[in-house]
């Protein structure tokens, strides 16, 4: 015997193990790639081999052969439909955020009542098997210490586990996110229950027979008894039943359904389990027999429930016994802790939060924390109650058999849930009632105490009806009537009347991979602000701000949104994100809106291809088949629309904008995500008002007069802008009109090209006009400064000689002014075809550049006149273009005097710096506004206000100074003036135009 010190010891020890473990995985002190490993998940689901597995599994072998195997052999064929079952359950869990089966069904029949029922149920059905547990704890103190102590040591490991289950279970409802913690230490103590029954089933191999050659002597010896192990199986007593309760129990068990769907666990984990939980299973059922068989050899008088208990203990391993009484510790611990957290949050969300809505208006989050963790201490007692309240007889799995068949109740709904879209909530409340009905009456009755006076001799009959049809068992009669009922029932009130548009849409989401509900039917609030005053009627003002906040800055959502489809998303977002916290039922029904939402049919639908072209783009939902290609297909549309030279914009019928493309955001100068769901007259101007009067003019089928052409200014910008429009067609019946679409071209550049080009073609007719005058001047003038000559040469007097030289000096400056007018007049001349072009790039001072520009600029008589100080030395010589040169500086020049006063001056200063000549054209005009000043050097900006002004001239002399290597930039103040610097390399320095070495 084992004092009973040393097992409660040994019970404490093993829980502050757990608990350490399961804080450190909390508190990442486990490294997360371990606590978060795959095989994690595999382990925990070993929480449903509870102490019915360690302990009672020996006896059910005793009295019904390998049926055993059919508890284990269920939980492998519902791995195998993982595809089917686990896979789909695990998206809609996650996508829904539904932490349980009651969540889920309630969700599914768009109803409180399905819910709450099934919660209910699931609460009464878990009692018995929490009751096993204690049973089972009990039974072992009195087999390894003797009768006397077993009702102390229950009631301790009662309170130690309601200690560890309210500390880690009950987590704060804010802190969402998986459960690393509990998951760590149900994993550690499935690892740890399946090496302690591995070396029981050693021992009792080596210790009873000497090893496996005298275990085989022995079973030669007793043929009957092994002969005996496989007739159920045969005669089919109990088997085929069996395999559906356990095929159920494998993910419906709460315990099961926690680990598997609510714990956080990804596709990776479940695909991994799907083959490492069946193996676990098999290889915690190999000790089983080898244990049956040696304390049928070393006590056949005991309960074969204690063998894997006194079998240690019998040859002589006590700490193998202490070892084994702490696996079944273990066993039971998890099976208890887990299934009460599950039960706890299901009865919270459906049974209690319902009713007790207004106790919620403040602190919230603490309320149900403290809610959560009294459910949690009210189900470990009631199941040590019902446990001392219940007769200790029979079988120890008669219980746990008992919860199956409560839990295969759940069957038929569940593959309604996923297979079945005509499935109403009448249907599903109607079988589920039936069932639980029979269930009562066939199973739970005879658990129920004496003392409760009920006369179960009506259950004679039923059970002598089950033996002469060859179910010796008592499970087999209850799940084949139970289960017919219940589908029964559910096919036939379900066809009745059809289900609701509600049930229907989330049957879709059920049954197939779709994308969100459809907002047709959904309500959606008119502001944040609407939103969150609707929420704070159930969770308090600061509860409310707490959600609304937390929700907005994980979608990055302003407070000031009031676009529908960004409020649908926060109202989405914030069903998810409560659903933990108060349940989906309830979540859903605090974050609608008041009023449905506006715009008719037509602007449901424009809306909903808002909405799922939203989700589509975030990648939220995972499509497969031919979803995921016509995905793919829409990406590639996606990816042709947003690199189009065009500004793309599609307006709803609901008159807000439905989609833009990245060239249309360049324009606008807003992102994609800002302009998706607002109304056109949120744009900033001038586009409100364009894009406006071109959908209007779309709408009202003007479609075919051409495009707007207008000139715009954006964001300082002079902005030349063609809109093309077109009426979309209808896509659904519904809608009256399917919107329009605008395509923006800007035409800047390409005005800005045809200005240049009619700008260089007007002085190529002044320099064929002047090449014209030229000639006709020449001719004259020649014979001028010939006479001039004449009459000096033969002049007599000095003073007509004078005047003969004074005739010589206007003619020679004439001649001048025509040459340079020539010159300047070529420089934009448009080459004729197959004209090649001789190079005229040579050494030019720029001295005698801005005295020709100079000179050029006081032909205009009409512009005001100003005195032009220049202080250019000799030594400023680049290699370059001299006409452009001169091209250049008149532009220069003539902005300077048009921006003066007349009689201003002007000041060109040049000067060598760093190896570069740097010359400064100085005025002290109007200046430049500081907004222009970054614009002033694209085309068509100008200051100018007389219509002479084409804004072209600071382009095209930036242009021709880049063109020489340097740098052209202004300084300006209103007021003060502006200077212009131009930087050019210096003759022969690095990056200056190379001058040819033969001129043609």
């Given at each position: 015997m084992i004092n009973v010190g040393v097992l409660l010891f040994a019970t404490g020890a093993w829980l502050a193990v757990l608990a350490a473990i399961a804080l450190a995985a909390q508190r990442e002190r486990i490294p997360r790639a371990l606590a978060r490993h795959p095989l994690v998940l595999a382990l925990s689901l070993g929480v449903y081999a509870s102490s019915w597995t360690y302990y009672g599994g020996v006896g059910f072998a005793q009295r019904h052969g390998l049926v055993f195997l059919a508890v284990y052999l269920g939980p492998t064929l519902a791995c195998i439909a993982t595809p089917l079952l686990w896979s789909r359950v695990l998206r809609i869990t996650r996508e829904q955020r539904l932490s349980s089966l009651a969540d889920l069904l309630a969700f599914r029949f768009q109803s409180p009542a399905a819910g709450a029922l099934a919660a209910a149920f699931s609460l009464v059905a878990s009692v018995p098997y929490v009751a096993q547990q204690f049973r089972a704890t009990e039974q072992s103190v009195r087999v390894l210490s003797g009768p006397g102590h077993e009702?102390?040591?229950?009631?301790?490991?009662?309170?130690?586990?309601?200690?560890?289950?309210?500390?880690?279970?009950?987590?704060?409802?804010?802190?969402?996110?998986?459960?690393?913690?509990?998951?760590?230490?149900?994993?550690?103590?499935?690892?740890?229950?399946?090496?302690?029954?591995?070396?029981?089933?050693?021992?009792?191999?080596?210790?009873?027979?000497?090893?496996?050659?005298?275990?085989?002597?022995?079973?030669?010896?007793?043929?009957?008894?092994?002969?005996?192990?496989?007739?159920?199986?045969?005669?089919?007593g109990g088997w085929t039943s069996m395999l559906v309760i356990s095929f159920a129990a494998a993910f419906l068990l709460p315990r099961?359904?926690?680990?598997?769907?609510?714990?956080?666990?990804?596709?990776?984990?479940?695909?991994?389990?799907?083959?490492?939980?069946?193996?676990?299973?098999?290889?915690?059922?190999?000790?089983?027999?080898p244990v049956l068989w040696a304390g049928t050899r070393l006590a056949p008088a005991e309960p074969a429930d204690s063998y894997v208990l006194l079998v240690p203990q019998l040859l002589d391993q006590r700490w193998l016994a202490l070892a084994a009484f702490i696996g079944g510790i273990s066993a039971a611990s998890a099976m208890v802790m887990v299934t009460a957290v599950a039960l706890a949050n299901d009865s919270a969300t459906h049974l209690l939060l319902p009713l007790a809505r207004r106790t919620l208006r403040r602190n919230v989050y603490a309320r149900v924390l403290w809610m959560r963790r009294g459910l949690l201490t009210a189900i470990l007692v009631g199941g040590?109650?019902?446990?001392?309240?219940?007769?200790?007889?029979g079988l120890l799995v008669e219980s746990g058999i008992v919860s199956f068949v409560a839990f295969a109740q759940f069957l038929p709904g569940l593959f309604a849930v996923l297979f079945w879209e005509r499935a109403t909530r009448a249907g599903f409340i109607a079988g589920l009632a039936a069932g639980i009905a029979t269930w009562t009456a066939t199973c739970l009755a005879p658990l129920l105490p004496e003392l409760t006076g009920l006369d179960r001799s009506w259950l004679d009959p039923l059970r002598a009806g089950a033996g002469r049809a060859g179910h010796a068992d008592s499970w087999s009669l209850p799940t084949l009537v139970s289960l017919a009922v219940n589908s029964a029932t559910l096919g036939l009130v379900s066809l009745l009347r059809p289900p609701a548009d509600e049930e229907r849409e989330a049957a879709r989401l059920c049954r197939r991979r779709e994308i969100g509900p459809s907002v047709e039917r959904a309500t959606v609030p008119a502001s944040v602000d609407a939103l969150e005053e609707r929420l704070a009627r159930l969770l308090g003002r600061e509860a409310a701000g707490i959600e609304v906040t937390r929700a907005r800055i994980e979608l990055d959502i302003p407070r000031d949104e009031t676009r529908p489809t960004e409020l649908h998303a926060l109202q989405e977002r914030l069903h998810r994100n409560l659903s933990p916290l108060v349940g989906p039922v309830l979540a859903r029904t605090v974050a609608e809106a008041d009023a449905p939402a506006a715009g008719?049919?037509?602007?449901?639908?424009?809306?909903?291809?808002?909405?799922?072209?939203?989700?589509?783009?975030?990648?939220?939902?995972?499509?497969?088949?031919?979803?995921?290609?016509?995905?793919?297909?829409?990406?590639?549309?996606r990816s042709v629309l947003a690199q189009l030279p065009l500004g793309v914009c599609a307006v709803g019928s609901d008159g807000a904008i439905s989609l833009v493309n990245r060239r249309l955001e360049a324009l606008v100068g807003v992102e994609e995500r800002d302009l998706v769901g607002a109304p056109l007259d949120r744009l900033p101007a001038p586009f409100a008002e364009l894009f406006s009067r071109a959908s209007r003019a779309a709408s009202a089928g003007e479609a075919g007069a051409g495009a707007d052409e207008v000139e715009v200014r954006v964001a300082g910008r002079a902005r030349a802008l063609r809109v093309h429009r077109a009426a979309l067609d209808p896509l659904d019946a519904r809608a009256a009109s399917g919107g329009v679409v605008l395509?923006?071209?800007?035409?800047?550049?390409?005005?800005?090209?045809?200005?240049?080009?009619?700008?260089?073609?007007?002085?190529?007719?002044?320099?064929?006009?002047?090449?014209?005058?030229?000639?006709e001047v020449g001719n004259p003038l020649t014979g001028i400064a010939c006479l001039?000559?004449?009459?000096?040469?033969?002049?007599?007097?000095?003073?007509?000689?004078?005047?003969?030289?004074?005739?010589?000096?206007?003619?020679?400056?004439?001649?001048?002014?025509?040459?340079?007018?020539?010159?300047?007049?070529?420089?934009?001349?448009?080459q004729s075809p197959g004209e090649i072009r001789r190079a005229r790039v040579g050494r030019v001072a720029l001295a005698e550049v801005v005295a020709e520009a100079e000179r050029l600029i006081r032909l205009d008589r009409a512009a005001p006149r100003v005195q032009v100080e220049q202080a250019c030395p000799e030594s400023l010589v680049v290699i370059g273009d001299r006409r452009e040169l001169v091209q250049v500086f008149v532009n220069l020049l003539a902005n300077a005097r048009d921006a003066s006063e007349p009689g201003a001056t002007i000041a060109v200063r040049g000067r060598i710096e760093a190896g570069e000549i740097v010359v400064e054209v100085e005025d002290h005009g109007s200046g430049i506004p500081e907004e222009l000043l970054g614009e002033v050097l694209e085309p068509f900006v100008t200051t100018k206000r007389d219509p002479s002004g084409t804004g072209l001239g600071l382009p095209l002399s930036r242009s021709i100074v880049q063109d020489h290597g340097g740098t052209l930039a202004l300084r300006s103040a209103v007021g003060q003036g502006t200077t212009v610097v131009v930087r050019l390399p210096l003759a022969g320095a690095a990056g200056a135009r190379r001058a040819p070495e033969a001129e043609a």
């Open positions: 009702e102390a040591v229950g009631a301790v490991f009662c309170a130690l586990l309601a200690l560890f289950t309210a500390f880690f279970g009950a987590r704060p409802p804010a802190e969402h996110g998986r459960e690393d913690g509990l998951a760590a230490a149900v994993a550690f103590e499935s690892a740890a229950k399946l090496a302690v029954l591995a070396a029981v089933g050693l021992i009792a191999v080596l210790g009873a027979f000497g090893g496996a050659g005298g275990l085989a002597d022995w079973l030669g010896d007793h043929a009957a008894e092994v002969e005996a192990l496989g007739r159920p199986v045969r005669e089919d099961q359904w926690h680990m598997a769907f609510a714990s956080g666990a990804g596709d990776r984990a479940l695909a991994t389990a799907a083959w490492a939980f069946p193996l676990f299973l098999l290889a915690l059922n190999l000790p089983v027999l040590w109650l019902f446990h001392r309240a219940q007769p200790n007889r008719g049919a037509s602007g449901a639908l424009t809306e909903q291809l808002r909405w799922l072209e939203r989700r589509l783009a975030r990648g939220e939902t995972r499509l497969v088949g031919a979803a995921r290609e016509l995905d793919l297909l829409r990406r590639w549309l395509l923006v071209e800007d035409r800047t550049e390409q005005r800005a090209l045809e200005a240049q080009l009619a700008h260089r073609d007007r002085l190529a007719q002044l320099g064929r006009l002047a090449a014209g005058v030229a000639h001039a000559q004449n009459l000096r040469a033969e002049a007599e007097s000095d003073e007509l000689r004078a005047r003969a030289s004074l005739i010589l000096g206007e003619a020679a400056r004439i001649e001048a002014i025509l040459r340079s007018l020539l010159d300047h007049a070529r420089t934009g001349a448009v």
